[in-house]
């Protein structure tokens, strides 16, 4: 006859029995599994181009396993294909964090498809690396959110500003913006709109148009027409090889001096490869150039890993926009990490915010809402290209920093007629 | 600076240039779905392979006009490959409904979209040939090359098939199977060869169409997504089967698009073709050159 203190016991030891694997698994043995990073990708979809970053990410982790992980912890990554749609996104992200349970993530590229994220990121306190987003967190102003692109504070104005510096120190006062209706584009047109009213330049034509617009001659007559100082054109990728096709055939107004600014495509290897000479004289934002003031041991090394997997998996053969800061992405977290001694995010986020961290671009610090709390957006000019041969763009020279001026690498050719021709 | 006579002519000329483009790409889908009744969807999707066929064959040192004619009878044969395994799942065992055939065909888009993504990766593609770059200057107009060449491959093919569809015998059995494939197969003819023949016909103008969007620039795996509502408005507006319209109402959206977007907005643009649309079916449903049945 078994008692009710004997009862009492037997169920109080089978049920430490049954919990105990939870229980080792859980805290004990907490430091043999792997520190998790969940992201999404867009493997698909009109921004699979971008997919070159996921070797940013690799190339960091095996790094770090390498050297024996984080805290004595492997690091793995969990990721998604989005489809480049934004409305993939928050079901993503909400079974990273609720099935896979990873300990930090990494949102999806750009503004379009991180917006949708922000909220879930708010609400749910996580700590989330951003990838290109523009003002991505401006709106949510989370303390655990922290950019690995280098936008700057106040990223809407930051963005165009590079441009309309450069449009200043030459004395432009008559400013054409044209910009695709997407959010991105949007933005920086929004932000170039009121620099150019902080600058007290005239803003004489403001043109938007849709996604995959392939012919661009009526607005450049109009651009003809209204014959500004400069162009601001914030355009992605397809629109803007007709855009600079289009300048080609149709021809710009002797009035412009600089023509750019804003342009997603010509970072791209395929585009530079492309449209080769034909952008020449162009004035626009990038992340990284091959340039003496950028060289460091660090990107150097990236490069040469980054290249041969390109080329293998059909990538961008260059790679200088995206991919070294996915790897920096990853940086973020190892500082965070191994700075603070632990994966609790809050801890993470206080050491980030109060600490300056080393990385393959340089030195970086965090303001509060995570932006950088230094620009390093660079504005370069295209000059002396020739043909279309691809490799010409590893040589310094080719792209050449005009701002920052710390970075700065070579001086601004005008006007823009001009600029086109000498090479 | 540009006088208003000069914009006015010039959003015509690009208008009709940028039309031409879009029948080019529109042909097929006037054939399966305007003549066949199959909504195929996966139409945008075939001229991007057509557009990478172009791309491949430029690496070898094939111009993108050599290479849209070697690919005619490859895509024809493909055409066919495909009708017969849609007739095999669903016609022959009398199931081709709408709902059936728009899944089958969307998946197919898909499936097409990995695999040019898979092959040739995820960048944008183009070609280059000597005319892209520079312009025709008529007076006042200045017409790219890069629209004006491709704008000339839907005359072309659309004449071209006009005179087989009314002067040979088995065009004339392509207008007759839309009609009634029964009374066809009672004249001795088998209304499943003469569909694959149609099907493999409106497969092969993919590649030309490939050829026209790949000489007006770059293209990625994706890029038919963005034509699947344009050509469906330019079929139906046409008039289901009306190939001759095909051109004619493609041309109407261009020169609507044109001068939207110099005298208005280029965001309003998108909108235009099914503006016109629904303007155009509220006054005659059959289309504006589809016949009264």
Known sequence: MTTRRQFNKLATLGTLGLAAPTILSSKAFAADKPIKIGASVSLTGPLASTRAGEIGYELWRDDVNAAGGLLGRKVEFVIYDDQSSASNVPAIYSKLVDVDKVDVLISPYGANLSAPLMPFIKQRNLFMVGMFALAGNDRARSDKYFHACPWGPDSMLGWPRGFFDIAKSINAKRIAIINSDLEFSSSAAQGGNQIAKEYGMEVVMNQSYPPNTSDFSAILRNINNVAPDAVFVCSYPADSAAIIRGVKEIGINDSVQIFGGSMIGPQYGSLLGSLGEDLNGLVNITTFVPAPTLESPGIERFFERYTPIAIKEKLDPLGFYIPPFYYVAGQIIEAGIKGSQSVDTAKMAQYLHSHAIDTIVGKVAFNDIGDWTKRRTLMIQVQNVKGNDINQFREPGKQVILSPEELKSGNLITPYNAARKAS | ?293
């Open chain 2, 1 to 293: 600076m540009t006088s208003s006579l000069d914009i006015f002519l010039n959003a015509i000329s690009t208008g009709i240039v940028l039309g031409s483009i879009y029948a080019s790409i529109a042909l097929g889908l006037a054939i399966t779905f305007g003549i066949l009744h199959i909504p195929n969807v996966a139409h945008p999707a075939l001229v991007i392979v057509g557009a990478y066929f172009v791309f491949f064959m430029g690496q070898w040192g094939v111009g993108a006009i050599a290479a849209a004619l070697v690919g005619l009878p490859v895509f024809y044969l493909l055409g066919m490959a495909l009708y017969s395994f849609y007739s095999r799942t669903f016609e022959r065992q009398g199931q081709a409904n709408v709902l059936q055939s728009l899944t089958l065909f969307f998946g197919l888009s898909l499936v097409i979209e990995i695999i040019i993504a898979l092959l040739f990766g995820s960048e944008l593609k183009s070609v280059d040939a000597s005319y892209v770059g520079s312009s025709l200057v008529l007076g006042p107009i200045t017409m790219p090359y890069r629209l004006l060449v491709p704008a000339l491959f839907a005359p072309i093919m659309i004449g071209a098939l006009w005179l087989y569809l009314h002067r040979t015998h088995s065009g004339t059995a392509i207008r007759a199977v839309a009609h009634d494939d029964r009374a066809l197969s009672i004249s001795g003819i088998n209304p499943t060869w003469i569909k694959r023949h149609a099907f493999g016909i409106a497969t092969a103008t993919a590649v030309v169409g490939g050829a026209a969007l790949i000489i007006m620039g770059p293209v990625e795996p994706f890029a038919g997504r963005f034509q699947i509502g344009r050509v469906f408005a330019i079929v139906v507006l046409a008039g289901m089967g009306s190939i001759p319209g095909t051109l004619v109402v493609a041309i109407m959206i261009g020169i609507a698009e044109s001068f939207v977007s110099a005298y208005l907005t280029p965001s309003w643009s998108p909108g235009v073709a099914f503006a016109i649309l629904l303007l155009a079916l509220g006054l005659r449903p059959q289309g504006l050159f589809g016949a009264t049945r």
